[in-house]
Each structure stands twice: as C-alpha cells, then as structure tokens.
C-alpha cells in the first residue's frame, strides 16, 4: 500500500506545483561565452526569470554555424543570430550552401547593428574611394559575416577586396589591433563597441562615410543581401563618429523552431518588448528595440506565436 499511497501523493504535489517548475526549460542557442551573442542570450534569459519565473537555460555553441541546425532540428527552441546568417541558413545559401533549414522560423529583430570602416584620425582617407591600393584587415575565418560586411560596404563604392592589399586576421579584434599597430590603413567593427573606444584612446580614430543612393544600396545588397543604409549622429558613445554621415546597418534577430509552441513563442516574445529596458542593463544594444520594426522582411517566414504576437499589438505584418 505504500507505494501506491507515496504515488498519488507525489502525483497531488505536482498538480499545485507552477508548470514552469516542472515544464523542460526553454533553450537558447548562442555562441560561445563572452561574444555578443551570449550576452543577448543571458540577458533574455535573466528577463524570463526575472519576469515571470520562467525557468531557460542558455546553450553555447561553437559559433551560428553550429548552434543554427540545432534550432532547425528542434533540439533547441530559440536562437539568435544575424539577419544574413538567419537567411542564409533557411533558403540554404551561401554559408549554408545547398543545405537549407526549412524548419527555422523568424520571432523578431530584435535591434540593428551599425557598423563601419575606420582609420586613424590623422589618415588621408577621407571617403570610401580613397581605400583604393590601401591596406585592410581581411579574411575573418571564423567570423565570415565580417567579411562580408566588408565586401558590401566596399562594393557600395565600386571596390572590392582586390583593390586593396588584404592582411589576413581571424576576427574582428585582432582587426583592430591591427590598426593600432600600423599594419593596417582600415579596419572595421561595430560602432559603439569597447573595442573601437580602446583604438580611439590609443591612436584615434575616425569611421569614413559609407556611399548612400540607389546604385549604392543595390550594390551593397548584392553582398550582403539583408543590410541597409542609413544616417548615424555623433554621440558620446560612439567614438570615431566626427559628423553626420550614413554608415551601413543590419539587423539581429531571435527566431526558433516551426515546431516550438506558439504559446511559448508570443509568451518570450512579449517578456522581451516588455523588459526591453532591463534586458539592455545586461547588453546595452537592446535599447534599438523597435516595436514597429520587430516584424521587418528578412527573407524568413515568422513564427506563428510572433504573428499573434503583432496582431494583438497592431504590428502590420508581411507574412
């Protein structure tokens, strides 16, 4: 009698229990710890937790090439990469070339990245043309959307890599140390990141306006299919930023699994538009957050729990 007893008991404790506590804890795929993808993880993360006890775990892995399968595959729900590797990776091109991950679906952009070429202060290099026969970082091999980033500002100029002398490094970091060292005449990075204040504290900086106008923008496109240009202010923050100029930007995102519950969906969905303040306490670029662009064409079919999502908040949708 007593294990029957002891099994209904256990059985009438859970039902008083939150299904939170015994649900299988939400998974977001990130890369590994102490880029920027982990720290949106663990900012989204901290939020559920803070916000409605919702219990999620975060899931680092090599890089977006890796943990972006895993998403498509179900093994785990969310993830959060560019927007270029998010359709990359759903059409199967490119990076993901002929291996295309059909179960991937859109949740939101969740903010922009801006992004530049930049060189020492006191360099003659005053537009994008004037990088012609000069020297720049190259190659990225294990940030392949940097280059590409490179390739497209360059191309809204009519230039590419050839045009230059490439020295080749593996990431965006040694990009820059690079150019604080000499080796280099630009550089790239995100602006408004540590890194380029480091390189401004140390030599001085100054990012070159990106080309703006229709024949720029297609051009730009053509490398980098989901980026953009737009204007950039100086401010305190970003240093390297003389004057109004137009520099090149492209989204980020957090998408999941088609076969991840709606519910869940709209519910992470919601804790983040709601929390967007506290969640920029832990990564400061979530204070881009737009509602009104959350829903923005990026080559990728939305989740179903994001369209409920827009359409209880009155966000227009294109899918």
Not at 241 to 252: A, G, H, L
């Amino acid at each position: 009698m007593k294990r029957p007893l002891l099994a209904c008991m256990g059985a009438l404790c859970l039902i008083g229990v939150p299904m939170s506590a015994v649900a299988q804890p939400i998974g977001f795929g990130t890369s590994p710890q102490g880029t920027m993808t982990y720290s949106v993880g663990a900012a989204v993360s901290k939020a559920l937790a803070d916000a409605a006890q919702l219990q999620s775990r975060v899931q680092p892995s090599t890089g977006t090439t890796t943990m972006i399968p895993l998403v498509n595959s179900g093994e785990i729900d969310f993830g959060f990469a560019s927007s270029l590797e998010l359709y990359e990776a759903y059409n199967g091109v490119d990076t993901f070339d002929k291996r295309p991950n059909p179960k991937l679906r859109a949740v939101a952009v969740i903010f922009p990245l801006k992004v530049g070429l930049f060189v020492r202060a006191n360099s003659d290099i005053k537009t994008v043309g004037d990088m012609k026969g000069k020297t720049v970082s190259y190659g990225y091999a294990s940030q392949e959307t940097i280059r590409k980033t490179i390739d497209a500002m360059l191309a809204a100029a009519g230039l590419s890599a050839k045009d230059m002398r490439t020295v080749m490094v593996p990431n965006v970091v040694r990009g820059v140390d690079e150019l604080i060292s000499g080796r280099v005449d630009v550089t790239t990075f995100a602006m408004g990141s540590a890194k380029v204040a480091e390189a401004d504290a140390s030599v001085g900086i100054r990012f070159v306006p990106i080309p703006d106008g229709p024949a720029a923008l297609a051009a730009l496109k053509k490398e980098f299919p989901t980026g953009y240009i737009a204007h950039v202010d100086p401010a305190p923050n970003l240093a390297g930023v003389k004057e109004p100029m137009t520099t090149m930007f492209y989204d980020y995102t957090i998408f999941a699994g088609a076969d991840v519950p709606a519910d869940k969906v709209k519910k992470v969905l919601q804790i983040m538009v709601d929390h967007k303040d506290a969640m920029a306490q832990t990564q400061p670029l979530f204070k881009g957050m737009e509602i009104g662009r959350l829903n923005s064409d990026i080559g990728v079919p939305y989740h179903d729990g994001a369209l409920a999502y827009f359409k209880e908040k009155g966000v227009k949708t294109t899918n």
